[in-house]
């Protein structure tokens, strides 16, 4: 006899399959192509994690994530990161104002672009560590400290920061410590032929689009929840683990190439996400259970920022995309 809750979670895994397509014709409306990057977004959303998106300018990155957020219904907010930025930009300030009953002037707190359930920290590297550091805190506990108060954020609370990869001159690259924060990294690439005439067409010309709210803030938390519940083997947590643990050179059983061209590998969280993504991904496409191909599916976007290459990669022409390549090839589920 199956039990109620279990009849439920069936349920719920039915009603996020029919809401993840919805979301997709949605999305659709406004965004043409860009499949692969939408469902990364979802998954690593309802993983509870953060996306770094790294793509040249004009890819749509910030059109793409304030319709996700229209859709989905959640309070989106865009940070243009500068160098001159400061963290209390972000977190926000204290000001003083004058109470009329008393006479008296008191501190009151403002809460800065932070406070929202999406937020676009667009192009992070161009502000200093100090800056940076300020969304630290919030993507870690999801709360702000700021005059001794600590302030809680609204659930869901999602951070997607972009990268332009070609123009570096006068910017500093996040630290190994805080690009771990993201749960994915995100490669936006140009769209097809056929997608980019279409885009041409609809951008051009006088287009109307009415965008349906999917979901509301209350279901994401559930959805996140529900993911949490999914069942994983044994086999496919060690499949997960052996898979980050190879990326380090210093491990027994990592391989030659991962030895000549790797200075660091992943940690454990690489492989937590790893499993995270799975799950998400598996009750995304209605399965009750993830599989190998979920794991090879999330190991670009989840290791591809968290192997640090040697000299000799770099010599050998050889990028991450090419070690994962190796591993996927070379580690195999038992």
């Not at 501190?107 to 192009?123: M, Q, S, T």
């Not at 302030?151 to 999602?158: A, G, N, R, S």
Request: net charge negative.
């Amino acid at each position: 006899m199956v039990s109620s809750d279990a009849n439920s979670d069936i349920q719920a895994v039915e009603n996020l399959n029919a809401a993840y397509n919805k979301i997709k014709n949605e999305i659709g409306k406004v965004i043409i192509g860009q499949d692969k990057v939408i469902e990364q977004l979802l998954i690593s959303l309802l993983s509870s994690g953060h996306c770094l998106l790294v793509g040249v300018p004009g890819l749509a990155k910030t059109l793409l994530i304030s319709t996700l957020a229209n859709v989905l219904n959640l309070n989106f907010n865009r940070i243009q990161f500068t160098p001159d930025l400061m963290p209390s930009d972000i977190t926000g300030t204290e000001i003083i104002e004058d109470d009329h009953t008393t006479g008296r002037r008191q501190f009151r707190f403002v809460k800065g672009p932070v406070f929202a359930n999406i937020i676009l920290a667009d192009e992070i590297n161009r502000t200093p560590p100090k800056t940076q550091a300020a969304l630290l805190q919030a993507m870690q506990e999801h709360e702000v400290t700021a005059a001794g108060e600590t302030y809680k954020l609204d659930e869901p609370f999602f951070v997607l920061a972009t990268q332009n990869p070609i123009e570096q001159e006068g910017t500093y690259p996040l630290p190994e410590a805080q690009l771990d924060r993201f749960m994915f990294n995100v490669f936006v690439d140009y769209p097809s032929n056929a997608e980019e005439q279409e885009i041409v067409k609809s951008t051009t010309t006088i287009s109307e689009y009415k965008l349906e709210k999917i979901l509301t803030p209350d279901d994401i938390s559930n959805f996140q929840n529900l993911v949490r519940k999914v069942p994983v083997s044994d086999h496919l947590v060690e499949y997960a683990v052996e898979l980050v643990r190879t990326t380090r050179p210093n491990d027994p059983n990592a391989p030659d190439f991962v030895k000549s061209w790797v200075n660091w590998g992943a940690g454990p969280r690489a492989s937590q996400y790893l499993i995270l993504a799975a799950k998400t991904r598996a009750i995304l496409d209605g399965r009750p259970t993830p599989g190998p191909e979920d794991i090879r599916f999330a190991a670009y976007p989840v290791l591809r920022h968290r192997i640090v290459t040697s000299f000799n990669a770099e010599a050998d022409g050889v990028d991450t995309e090419e070690i994962i390549k190796r591993l996927l090839d070379t580690v195999k589920p038992k």
